[in-house]
């Protein structure tokens, strides 16, 4: 159980990090500011390494105004949501600006879609990355595992508390509520399936297909995925991506099926890259042969600009 609670690191805050603009205009330079939401076990940065490792920095250097979420490391999707919400209000007041571009990896990816589906007017698009937006047949085995009510499922919320406790102390969100079991919660086809009922903007209505580009709520919807889980020798967690990648009966990047991270425009689910390498950790390590991670992030911030966002 320690070595999932690890895992799930990444899988998964505005305490708010921004950086400043270094071009007049530049090729990541959008309409909106850019806000980044991390996933399970997340943080904005962690004892001086960020979450989204170098993302922020190669974003604001051609232009982006960027800012940092530190949301709870864990709990439910909807009160992640709202604290979500409440750190939008505030670079939107810091800003002068109307809107946000919320960009969401893994239980990030549904936090983002609960701010655009109660407060779609500050929202101009949503991005989902290796996003939980059906559900994980990890959590879905991790919460079948676990008896609720018993012993272990008590040890493993201690566990997990821990961790949370230990992040928010590195990454200055120790005030933070953490709730281990209603994020695992949240993440099960289950929990998923019931929070696309209530908000369901930019979900594919069938197994595996794209959602709606322009929902109804007048938000962009977007999303990519890896499909890889061993991708590179040198990067110790790739192993236990692997191992867990066989739970899947599908192309997956270790804790999210290719199908479930579909959302809106679907940009590409094939990405030799597995959870972590999503998000350009650990430390940069990835597929020598894939585009690097932070490019994609400099592109999607384009494509954002060429979309008037």
């Not at 959590?139 to 595992?145: E, L, Q, S, T, Y």
């Not at 999303?223 to 191992?243: K, Q």
């Given at each position: 159980?320690?070595?999932?609670?690890?895992?799930?690191?990444?899988?998964?805050?505005?305490?708010?990090?921004?950086?400043?603009?270094?071009?007049?205009?530049?090729?990541?330079?959008?309409?909106?500011?850019?806000?980044?939401?991390?996933?399970?076990?997340?943080?904005?940065?962690?004892?001086?390494?960020?979450?989204?490792?170098?993302?922020?920095?190669?974003?604001?250097?051609?232009?982006?105004?960027?800012?940092?979420?530190?949301?709870?490391?864990?709990?439910?999707?909807?009160?992640?949501?709202?604290?979500?919400?409440?750190?939008v209000e505030?670079?939107?007041?810091?800003?002068?600006?109307?809107?946000?571009?919320?960009?969401?990896?893994?239980?990030?990816?549904?936090?983002?879609?609960?701010?655009?589906?109660?407060?779609?007017?500050?929202?101009?698009?949503?991005?989902?990355?290796?996003?939980?937006?059906?559900?994980?047949?990890?959590?879905?085995?991790?919460?079948?595992?676990?008896?609720?009510?018993?012993?272990?499922?008590?040890?493993?919320?201690?566990?997990?508390?821990?961790?949370?406790?230990?992040?928010?102390?590195?990454?200055?969100?120790?005030?933070?509520?953490?709730?281990?079991?209603?994020?695992?919660?949240?993440?099960?086809?289950?929990?998923?399936?019931?929070?696309?009922?209530?908000?369901?903007?930019?979900?594919?209505?069938?197994?595996c297909a794209?959602?709606?580009?322009?929902?109804?709520?007048?938000?962009?919807?977007?999303?990519?995925?890896?499909?890889?889980?061993?991708?590179?020798?040198?990067?110790?967690?790739?192993?236990?991506?692997?191992?867990?990648?066989?739970?899947?009966?599908?192309?997956?990047?270790?804790?999210?099926?290719?199908?479930?991270?579909?959302?809106?425009?679907?940009?590409?689910?094939?990405?030799?890259?597995?959870?972590?390498?999503?998000?350009?950790?650990?430390?940069?390590?990835?597929?020598?042969?894939?585009?690097?991670?932070?490019?994609?992030?400099?592109?999607?911030?384009?494509?954002?600009?060429?979309?008037g966002l």
């Amino acid at each position: 159980m320690i070595l999932i609670t690890l895992v799930l690191l990444p899988f998964s805050a505005l305490a708010f990090s921004s950086y400043v603009q270094a071009e007049t205009k530049g090729y990541t330079e959008t309409q909106y500011p850019i806000v980044l939401v991390h996933g399970l076990f997340g943080f904005d940065t962690l004892a001086g390494v960020d979450y989204f490792y170098g993302i922020p920095y190669a974003l604001s250097k051609s232009g982006a105004k960027v800012y940092v979420a530190q949301v709870s490391a864990t709990n439910s999707t909807e009160l992640r949501g709202e604290q979500l919400l409440e750190q939008v209000e505030n670079v939107l007041a810091v800003t002068g600006a109307e809107k946000v571009n919320l960009i969401g990896h893994s239980h990030g990816a549904p936090t983002a879609r609960y701010v655009a589906s109660v407060s779609p007017e500050l929202v101009a698009s949503v991005t989902s990355i290796g996003g939980v937006n059906k559900g994980s047949t990890v959590a879905d085995i991790v919460r079948g595992a676990v008896p609720e009510d018993s012993v272990v499922e008590g040890l493993s919320e201690k566990l997990a508390a821990g961790l949370t406790t230990l992040i928010g102390l590195l990454s200055g969100g120790s005030d933070l509520p953490q709730d281990g079991l209603a994020s695992l919660a949240a993440l099960t086809t289950e929990g998923s399936l019931a929070f696309n009922a209530s908000y369901p903007e930019g979900v594919p209505t069938s197994a595996c297909a794209d959602g709606e580009f322009l929902a109804s709520n007048n938000v962009y919807y977007y999303s990519w995925s890896g499909s890889s889980t061993y991708t590179n020798l040198l990067d110790p967690i790739d192993p236990v991506l692997a191992i867990l990648g066989l739970a899947f009966s599908e192309p997956n990047d270790g804790l999210v099926g290719h199908c479930s991270s579909h959302l809106g425009k679907v940009i590409r689910d094939d990405y030799k890259m597995n959870h972590l390498d999503e998000i350009n950790g650990l430390l940069g390590i990835h597929h020598l042969f894939e585009t690097d991670p932070v490019t994609l992030y400099r592109q999607h911030a384009n494509r954002l600009q060429l979309q008037g966002l």
